[in-house]
C-alpha cells in the first residue's frame, strides 16, 4: 500500500539519495546524462519543515549522522538504504475527462477500427459541471501519485467551446490547490480536435482565437497553450496561427508534432521556439538538427506508440546525441494511452528507446520539470525547494524502469504549495522504516 503525505514537517535517513543536483546546477543545455548527474548520496538524510527541504547531506561523507540540524522534534523515517528521488514530473498529460473509450480498446483487440473516438470523450465532457470534473480529476491525479508523479502537466481540449474549457482550466487550478494531490500545470489544448458542431479546421481556428483563446488567457492559469499538428487533423499553418494568438496572449508554446506521420509539426515547434515538442516518431534528421537549435525540449511518450502498435518508435538515441534534451511523459488520455504510470514508461524507455538508467531518471523529473519550466522547484533534492519526494522499494536505482507491470513507490510526499505543506502519512510514532 503507497503512503501518502499527512505531516508537513519529518526527516529521512539511511537513503540511497538521487539528488540529481549536478543535472540542475548546469547550464550548457547539454542533452546528455550520465550515472554521475544523478547527484547519488548514500546514507543520506532529508530533512523536510513545512513541506520544503531543509538540508540533505550524507553521513558517509561528514562521518556523523545529523551534523547539520537537531531531528529531536521531527518524525524520523529510516529507510535502509531505499532509493530517494525526487517526486516523477509527467510533462503530458489529457487526464481530465469524462467517460472511457473501452469499447474502443475491444474494438482494436479484434483488429476492427475505433467507432466512439474523441468525439465521444468531447460529448461525454461537456456533460459534466465543474464539480464533477474536479472529483474525477481529483481520482486520477491521487492514482498517478501513488505511482510516483508529484507534478503533472494537464490538458484541455475535451470541450472545444468557450464555456467548456474555461471549465476545465479552472477545474485544473482547483486540483492543484489540493495539499494531497501533485502540482498541476496547466495547458490550453485548444486546436485538439475539431468539434462536432465544426466541418472546417480553418472556421473552428476562427472560432479559436475570437472567442475561446480570450476567455481562457482571462483567467490567467493556463501555463501553456497546446496544438493537434498532424495530417487530417491541424495543418502546420491552422496550428501556427493558434499558437501564435496564445503566445501574444501570454502563454508559452508546446506541440503535439509527427506523431503518427512525418508532417512538419517538429519544424513548426522550432521556428516558435516551443517549450517541448511532444511525441516526435516520425522525425527526421533536419527535424532533430532544427530543435536543437531551437533549444526545445523533445517529451517522448513511448505507451501511446506501443497502444497503438505504430510502425516507428521516437528516435530518442538520435535526439540525444544530437543535443536535443529529453523527458518522458505518458500521454494519460483515454483513447490512445489509458497509463498513468511513469514506472511503465520509464521500462519502455530503457527497452525499446534505448534510453541508459540515468537519462530514463532525468527524464521523469528533472529534464521534465524543464519542459514545464518547473525546474527551480521540480526534479531535485535540494535545500529550499518543495518536498516532492519519491521513495521505491528498492536500494538500487537502476531497477527504475527495470520492472513493469509493478508499483515500485513505497511513498511519495508533495511538498509545500505555497504554504501548505505535506509529508508522510504515519501515527506519531517516531521510527518507522519502508
Not at 302 to 325: C, K, M, N, W
Not at 349 to 354: D, S, T, V, Y
Not at 393 to 409: A, I
Request: proline share 4%; aromatic share 6%; glycine share 8%.
Amino acid at each position: 500500500m503507497v503512503r501518502r503525505a499527512a505531516s508537513g514537517s519529518y526527516a529521512i535517513v539511511n537513503a540511497t539519495a538521487l539528488t540529481m543536483s549536478p543535472l540542475c546546477a548546469r547550464a550548457d543545455g547539454d542533452a546528455r546524462v550520465s550515472q554521475d548527474d544523478l547527484g547519488v548520496l548514500h546514507g543520506a538524510t532529508v530533512v523536510v519543515r513545512d513541506g520544503i527541504i531543509k538540508d540533505v547531506w550524507s553521513k558517509l561523507d561528514l562521518g556523523a549522522p545529523f551534523p547539520h540540524e537537531d531531528l529531536s522534534d521531527l518524525e524520523v523515517h529510516d529507510v535502509r538504504d531505499a532509493v530517494v528521488m525526487p517526486g516523477l514530473v509527467d510533462a503530458h498529460t489529457h487526464a481530465l475527462f469524462a467517460g472511457d473509450r473501452v469499447e474502443d480498446f475491444e474494438a482494436l483487440a479484434h483488429g476492427g477500427t475505433p467507432k466512439l473516438g474523441i468525439a465521444y470523450t468531447v460529448e461525454r465532457t461537456r456533460s459534466l459541471d465543474e464539480p464533477a470534473l474536479i472529483e474525477l480529476g481529483r481520482q486520477r491525479l491521487r492514482s498517478m501519485r501513488e505511482h510516483g508523479t508529484t507534478t503533472a502537466e494537464i490538458k484541455s481540449g475535451y470541450a472545444l467551446t468557450a464555456d467548456g474549457e474555461v471549465k476545465l482550466i479552472r477545474a485544473m487550478a482547483a486540483l492543484d490547490e489540493m495539499s494531497d494531490l501533485p502540482h498541476v500545470v496547466a495547458t490550453f489544448c485548444g486546436a485538439h480536435a475539431l468539434p462536432p458542431e465544426f466541418t472546417s479546421y480553418d472556421a473552428f481556428i476562427d472560432e479559436l482565437i475570437k472567442h475561446i483563446t480570450p476567455a481562457v488567457a482571462a483567467l490567467q492559469i493556463a501555463r501553456f497553450a497546446d496544438a493537434f499538428c498532424e495530417r487530417g487533423f491541424f495543418s502546420v499553418e491552422q496550428s501556427r496561427r493558434f499558437l501564435e494568438d496564445c503566445k501574444a496572449r501570454g502563454m508559452q508554446l508546446r506541440l503535439h508534432a509527427d506523431e503518427l506521420a512525418r508532417s512538419g509539426g517538429a519544424q513548426l515547434a522550432a521556428r516558435l521556439r516551443c517549450t517541448s515538442a511532444d511525441h516526435l516518431n516520425f522525425a527526421g534528421v533536419d527535424d532533430i538538427r532544427a530543435l536543437r537549435d531551437a533549444g526545445t525540449i523533445a517529451v517522448l511518450c513511448p505507451a501511446t506508440a506501443q497502444y497503438l502498435s505504430l510502425e516507428r518508435l521516437a528516435p530518442a538515441r538520435a535526439l540525444i546525441d544530437a543535443g536535443v534534451p529529453v523527458a518522458l511523459a505518458t500521454d494519460f488520455n483515454p483513447g490512445t494511452c489509458p497509463c498513468y504510470s511513469l514506472q511503465e514508461v520509464a521500462h519502455l524507455a530503457r527497452r525499446r528507446l534505448q534510453m541508459s538508467a540515468a537519462e530514463t531518471i532525468a527524464a521523469v523529473t528533472t529534464i521534465a520539470a524543464r519542459s514545464l519550466e518547473a525546474n527551480a522547484v521540480a526534479g531535485c533534492i535540494a535545500p529550499g525547494r518543495p518536498a516532492d519526494l519519491v521513495v521505491l522499494e528498492t536500494t538500487d536505482y537502476r531497477e527504475f524502469g527495470y520492472y513493469f507491470g509493478v508499483n515500485l513507490v513505497a511513498w511519495t510526499a508533495v511538498g509545500s504549495k505555497g504554504g501548505t505543506g505535506s509529508g508522510l502519512p504515519l501515527t506519531g510514532r517516531k521510527e518507522t522504516s519502508v
